[in-house]
């Protein structure tokens, strides 16, 4: 009797934890420790504006037909004799480097915003023939349609976010073709929207592997310090395949002399419950990572996982049960060594370097999922991570394919790095209107966040107005706030809002008993021009910004940290003012070519102060 109540409590428990994560399909985690081969590097690519070769003129979907023929790009037709007609090559096409965006490696793509096709051949011999393979994107921006061997495998939405599709059936051992409709215009109803302040790259922008697994395989796991109890290691495991049930799978972390089997239930999933109080939990001055050992029947994976908890109370921030200030800055996904989207290790490593420099424990990633490496860095150096969602600005609040894109891009960032010790924020959203569609678009974001991760902190950038019609005086007047864990909005008092010294002349009185982020604030400058502190994009300009506003903010009682706007210029087509933005938001602490403007070090100085005060 008391057996089979536990058996029920334990499917609630795991029913509960892990519900909507397993509701992607085969969606596999930490491809970085699985066996794999990579598909970067050269690929063919044809331009295509019209959606040639995915409509017939009759503007049908040569997918749609039993015999596409030779229009159809996925096919890859060749000319079977002299007397074929076939209008298109993949071979005799141009190449593209991927991961990469087409943008900053074609000067004709520079401003494209449509289909290119892109393809790769691979020869692939299994290392044994019963096991499974995956192709599987970190990212590919914005619609990806795949075809594999001249079949349809799927469609991903979202520009972001990884995804993978099982060729196991297709795959040959020689000669293999993986053709990708890439498709970057931005639409109205997407997420993001029409209308944002970035560059909209387009390509396969992260990397293509093809990762080999077991026929019944480790595909998910979550291990995570429970949030209530910080002696206990708890989450869950889930096999993928057709014999997953009872199955015993070894927990092991060595260092903590753990060693503990759990069994899968019908579905392939065990929940895991393990006591320790030896741990040595991560903190930004200790981030310690156990080597974590899944061993099932017949698949293992490794992964590295620090352990520690992240809660508020009040109007403070626990890290580990202390209260931690969150020095942080703001981040866009460009490659400050080659220019275009960010994606390599190297790109990661330069931006969390120059965040390490300039004093931060924190960085806010936005204004969209970055790359996993990123991640796994900040994991390693000890930093404190909020992970967006690209929900900005005007979005299609009462679309209901607007909401389930944007649940299902957040279902997949969260599935990708919920064992990221560094990830403590997922944020809904930024600068959003309020409006009743709005709020209970976000309300249900928030409440789906809450059921896939009950570890970690929400909060979205929010807009603060006058208090009561006071222009002096400042608050957050947003019924979301009353959602979030954690209270964040942008400001820019002294560049879009009156000149630096308005800073003075402004209060804040924040209702809400939460703790405040201000998630942004900053000013434009270009690298290397000089004025007085009262000429627009002039470094001393900047600089004053961040002077008048440090001193600002020293008067918000609930502020626990800040990132301003933000690390480094970054391409925006908005901003067009000739010889000072050129095509990029000037409002970088950095320009792009790596020079530090002198904000930075009014920045650096102030956390290196707060580091001195701790
Ligand atoms: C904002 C937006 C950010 C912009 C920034 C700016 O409030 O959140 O995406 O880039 O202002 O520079 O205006």
Redesign the pocket.
């Known amino acids: 009797m008391f057996k089979t109540y536990r058996k029920v409590l334990l499917s609630i428990f795991v029913f509960s934890f892990c519900i909507y994560i397993t509701a992607q399909e085969n969606l596999l985690i930490n491809t970085y420790n699985r066996s794999s081969i990579s598909l970067n590097g050269d690929w063919n690519y044809i331009v295509d504006p019209y959606e040639n070769g995915f409509y017939n003129y009759r503007y049908e979907p040569f997918e749609n037909q039993t015999k596409p023929g030779n229009g159809a790009f996925f096919i890859n037709a060749k000319p079977k004799d002299k007397t074929d007609l076939v209008e298109y090559d993949f071979d005799l096409s141009d190449v593209i480097q991927v991961p990469s965006d087409w943008n900053t490696q074609k000067e004709n793509l520079f401003y494209y915003e449509g289909t290119v096709w892109y393809k790769k051949s691979f020869d692939y011999v299994k290392m044994n023939q019963d096991n499974r393979v995956f192709v599987y994107f970190e990212a590919v921006n914005y619609q990806a349609d795949v075809y594999f061997n001249g079949e349809k495998l799927g469609t991903h939405i979202g520009g972001f976010t990884p995804f993978n599709f099982e060729v196991t059936e297709l795959l040959k051992e020689s000669d293999n073709f993986l053709i990708v409709k890439v498709d970057n215009k931005r639409k109205k109803e997407a997420v993001p929207t029409l209308n944002t ?2 560059w909209n790259y387009g390509g396969i922008t992260r990397d293509v592997k093809l990762v080999e697994v077991s026929n019944n395989y480790i595909q998910d796991y979550f291990i995570q310090l429970n949030p209530k109890n910080n002696q206990q290691i708890r989450g869950f495991v889930q096999l993928n395949g057709t014999d997953i049930s009872e199955k015993e799978i070894l927990v092991s972390i060595p260092e903590l002399k753990i060693n503990t089997k759990v069994l899968t239930n019908e579905q392939g999933i065990a929940s895991i419950e393990i006591k320790s109080k030896k741990i040595n939990y991560w903190s930004t001055q200790n981030p310690h990572l156990y080597t974590v050992i899944l061993t099932s029947e017949s698949d293992e994976i490794k992964d590295q996982i620090g352990f520690r908890t992240i809660k508020t109370s009040g109007q403070e921030i626990l890290l580990n049960d202390e209260k931690i200030f969150l020095k942080g800055i703001s981040i866009h996904e460009e490659s400050p060594i080659k220019g275009g989207r960010g994606s390599t290790i190297e790109d990661a490593q330069q931006l969390l370097n120059w965040a390490k420099e300039l004093g931060c424990n924190y960085v806010r990633l ?2 969209y999922p970055h790359n996993e490496h990123m991640v796994r860095l900040a994991d390693k150096m000890g930093i404190l991570v909020w992970e967006e969602n690209p929900v900005y600005w005007t979005i299609a609040w009462d679309n209901i394919e607007t909401y389930k894109n944007a649940e299902n891009q957040l279902t997949e960032v969260i599935n990708r790095d919920k064992n990221r010790a560094s990830v403590i924020i997922w944020s809904m959203a ?2 959003t209107p309020t409006s009743e569609p709005r709020n209970i678009f976000l309300t249900n974001l928030a409440a789906h966040t809450r059921k896939l991760d009950p570890t970690r902190l929400i909060s979205a ?1 929010l807009e603060q107005s006058n208090f009561e019609g006071n222009a002096t005086i400042r608050t957050i007047h947003d019924s979301f706030a009353d959602v979030v864990d954690v209270l964040s909005f ?1 400001q ?1 008092v002294g560049w879009y809002d009156g000149l630096p010294e308005k800073c003075g002349q402004i209060t804040w009185k924040i209702t809400q008993n939460k703790p405040v982020l201000i998630s ?1 604030f ?1 000013a434009g400058a270009k690298v290397g021009l000089h004025g007085d502190k009262l000429t627009r994009w002039t470094e001393e300009y900047q600089e004053d910004v961040y002077i008048q506003t440090l001193k600002m903010i020293e008067g918000i009682e609930q502020l626990q940290g800040f990132s301003p ?1 933000i690390l480094v210029d970054f391409r ?1 087509p908005r901003r067009v003012l000739p010889k000072i933005q050129d095509g990029w ?1 000037r ?1 970088g602490l950095i320009s792009e070519d790596g020079q530090k403007k002198k904000a930075f070090f009014i920045l650096k100085n102030y956390y290196d102060g707060k580091n001195a005060s701790n």
């Open positions: 302040d970035w936005a204004h930024n600068e950038a942008n820019y942004e900053g706007w925006s938001n409002k």
